[in-house]
């Protein structure tokens, strides 16, 4: 097959990418290069003769519409992703997670793609106190990012329901792993532990995620491009759940820091208090997570404490300015 994936040189992107390629397909990977998407997660099989990339933004319908020609199959995964940027500057979510993926799936139905796989997230379903989300609860997304995807999901769905497109969509827990831009929980408190700078805990850090590895996340969206029935919707969490102390107390212990980095800072404004995700209807589609998350958060942090090289050129420039206004005051 050949597969066109957009956000590709993003952090679940890229990993996806490489399955991809390990599986014997072809890769076409859409990404605008945004201030999260670095080629050189991609730079491993860049030189792959299966491997092309095309610059351009999902939003942009002739680049889409030359994009999709002869593919048989898109996995949407280029998103604006960070719940803090989206409180921030909440207008640029809606213009890539809404009509960015309208663009790209009307593209693909003109082209008479065969299977257009969106990836989504969990947050659309917002908190749940206790129990695990099914994929037939309501949407009620409490974040400019989650509303963005929830926008995102319904246009998808309704795709289906109008033309009979063959969609499905993967709403995955919280990931984490190599080559996660360090904006998010554990990549940012890991680098900034292994620089001895203070870990910001939003209030009193006993918010709860179902973490996923990003290989599990993966091959979860693999298993539902592969074997997802047309117009479903596939939950794909780690069913490791924890609260974010105990991830920074886990780090610290990875980093061989101390506590006194950790720093509780302001909440963060409408903070969801748990996630938490059924996932039988993909296990019946024969997938699961196979990661511990203890090995998996020991290896993330032996990554990241090996590829500073990696990290280093990010934290600065674009990267600081961000920090300073979301950490400089709280
Ligand atoms: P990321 O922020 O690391 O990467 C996003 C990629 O998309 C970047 O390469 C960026 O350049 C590209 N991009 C952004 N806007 C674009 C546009 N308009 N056109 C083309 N490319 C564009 O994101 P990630 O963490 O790898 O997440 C990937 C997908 O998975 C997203 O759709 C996200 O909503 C979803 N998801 C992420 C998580 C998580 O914990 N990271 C969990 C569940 C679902
Ligand atoms: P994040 O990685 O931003 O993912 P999401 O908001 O999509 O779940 O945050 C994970 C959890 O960690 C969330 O409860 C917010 C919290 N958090 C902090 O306490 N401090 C931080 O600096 C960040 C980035 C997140």
Redesign the pocket.
């Known amino acids: 097959m050949k597969i066109l994936v957009t956000g590709g040189c993003g952090f679940i992107g890229s990993q996806f990418v490489r399955l991809v390629l390990d599986e014997g397909h072809e890769v076409v990977n859409v990404d605008k290069l945004t201030y999260a998407g670095n080629p050189e997660n991609v730079a491993d099989v860049a030189d792959d003769p299966r491997y092309s990339f095309v610059h351009a933004d999902i939003a942009d319908h002739e680049a889409m519409r030359q994009a999709v020609a002869g593919v048989d199959a898109v996995v949407n995964m280029a998103a604006e992703s960070?719940?803090?940027r989206s409180i921030l500057d909440p207008a640029a979510f809606p213009m890539t997670d809404v009509v960015g993926t309208a663009v790209i799936l009307g593209a693909a139905r003109e082209a008479g793609v065969g299977r257009f796989v969106q990836v989504s997230t969990d947050?659309v379903y917002g908190s749940i106190p206790s129990g695990q989300f099914r994929e037939t609860d309501p949407l009620q997304p409490s974040s400019p990012y989650s509303a963005s995807k929830a926008g995102g999901d319904l246009q998808v769905l309704a795709a289906h329901h109008t033309y009979g497109m063959d969609v499905v969509i993967t709403r995955g827990s919280?990931t984490f792993g190599p080559r996660q831009y360090p904006?998010?929980?554990?990549p940012?408190f890991v680098t900034n532990a292994l620089e001895d700078q203070p870990l910001?805990?939003?209030g009193d850090?006993l918010?709860i995620?179902d973490w996923i590895h990003v290989t599990d996340h993966c091959t979860g969206i693999w298993t539902a491009l592969r074997e997802g029935v047309a117009g479903e919707v596939y939950n794909v969490g780690g069913g490791h759940e924890a609260t974010?102390l105990h991830i920074t107390e886990r780090i610290l212990e990875l980093t061989g820091k101390d506590d006194r980095l950790v720093t509780h800072v302001a909440d963060?404004p409408g903070?969801?208090r748990r996630?938490a995700l059924d996932t039988t209807k993909l296990r019946g589609l024969g997938w699961e997570p196979r990661s511990s998350m203890d090995e998996a958060l020991a290896d993330t942090v032996a990554w990241y404490t090996a590829h500073s090289a990696w990290w280093k050129p990010i934290k600065s420039g674009e990267y600081r300015a961000y920090y300073e206004t979301q950490y400089g005051d709280r």
Not at 183 to 186: D, F, N, Y
Request: proline residues 5%.
């Open positions: 960070h719940v803090d947050e919280n904006e998010k929980l554990i940012l910001p805990v939003y850090g918010q995620r974010n963060r903070h969801d996630y």
